[in-house]
């Protein structure tokens, strides 16, 4: 399974960007999609997830809620990140993840996309 991420790029405070994760190899079996960042020095943190089943159950870290939404394609196993009002601390590289069941252990695996960088101006 390989995650190819895209859409980071340079903006304003209060912009938008819009990021998108394309997998390819085998993806029947993904629970959860998401997005991580990480800063300079710190570790990575989870920025939102959706399930695939349920409906798409969404969750979001406190910092982004309200101003991120994150969407899928099942059809395609992709996920989608908007980012509406951004912050000069929402800078980081932004990374997708996909959790990954398997019939054999470890039974979940996680993959990781190769990071987006995402930058916001003051």
């Known amino acids: 399974v390989q995650l190819q991420a895209s859409g980071g790029g340079l903006v304003q405070a209060g912009g938008s960007l819009y990021l998108s994760c394309l997998p390819s190899?085998?993806?029947?079996?993904?629970?959860?999609m998401g997005w991580y960042r990480q800063q300079p020095g710190k570790e990575r943190e989870m920025v939102a997830q959706i399930t695939k089943l349920n409906g798409g159950i969404t969750h979001y870290s406190d910092s982004v809620k309200g101003r991120f939404f994150i969407s899928r394609d099942n059809a395609k196993n992709t996920v989608d990140l908007q980012m509406n009002g951004l912050k000069p601390e929402d800078t980081a590289i932004y990374y997708c993840?996909?959790?990954?069941?398997?019939?054999?252990?470890?039974?979940?695996?996680?993959?990781w996309g190769q990071g987006t960088q995402v930058t916001v101006s003051s």
């Open positions: 190899g085998r993806m029947n079996r993904w629970n959860i």
């Open positions: 993840n996909a959790k990954i069941a398997s019939a054999t252990p470890p039974y979940e695996t996680n993959y």
